[in-house]
């Protein structure tokens, strides 16, 4: 089934909000206690997200298959602990469900990424990608990321290690 990538409108921050929780358990609910999964997935509401969809300083688009959500990237403000350069943004999320893993739809959907990034006028994109998440580390290097250092991710209480990359624009 073919995927298509569009800009969400305020009616499907319900679907982005599920499709957020779904595919963050998906990937990594295993990692983590009942209680830390379920306190970090708290954030994503639909008024969350549909505060973010209203917000210029976002720039978001939602995957679909036959019209239903299979996953979704958003660039926001960066929210690293650190202050990057002047004109940077944050690839915030972007995850697939795993039956569109392998697709090619990804490369895609990180065309979109810098090509939208390079348009609102940024120099650099940073994102976070968990240490064990070598797929995801290998994509992000094709891609021209390079790592800068390693983050500390919270899921609830637990404590992950990510490492943050950077492209330059």
């Not at 609910?29 to 830390?36: F, I, N, Q, S, V």
């Not at 240490?131 to 290998?138: Q, V």
């Given at each position: 089934m073919p995927l298509t990538l569009r800009a969400?409108?305020?009616?499907?921050?319900?679907?982005?909000?599920?499709?957020a929780r779904d595919t963050f358990t998906e990937t990594f609910?295993?990692?983590?206690?009942?209680?830390?999964l379920a306190a970090f997935l708290e954030q994503?509401?639909?008024?969350?997200?549909?505060?973010?969809?209203?917000d210029p300083a976002y720039a978001i688009r939602i995957a679909e298959a036959d019209g239903t959500a299979a996953g979704y990237v958003k660039l926001g403000p960066p929210s690293l602990p650190f202050t990057p350069e002047q004109g940077a943004i944050e690839l915030r999320q972007f995850?697939?469900?795993r039956p569109h893993h392998g697709?090619?739809?990804?490369?895609?959907?990180?065309?979109?990424?810098?090509?939208?990034?390079r348009t609102r006028g940024h120099q650099a994109l940073y994102l976070s990608v968990f240490?064990?998440?070598?797929?995801?580390?290998?994509f992000y290097a094709r891609?021209?990321?390079?790592?800068?250092?390693?983050?500390a991710f919270k899921v609830g209480n637990h404590e992950d290690e990510d490492i943050v990359m950077r492209l330059a624009l």
């Open positions: 969400p409108t305020p009616a499907d921050a319900s679907a982005l909000a599920a499709a609910g295993h990692l983590y206690a009942p209680e830390d994503h509401t639909p008024e969350a997200w549909a505060a973010q969809i209203a995850y697939l469900l697709t090619g739809f990804a490369a895609e959907i990180m065309d979109w990424v810098i090509a939208e990034a240490t064990d998440n070598h797929r995801a580390r290998r891609h021209g990321f390079e790592e800068v250092g390693p983050y």
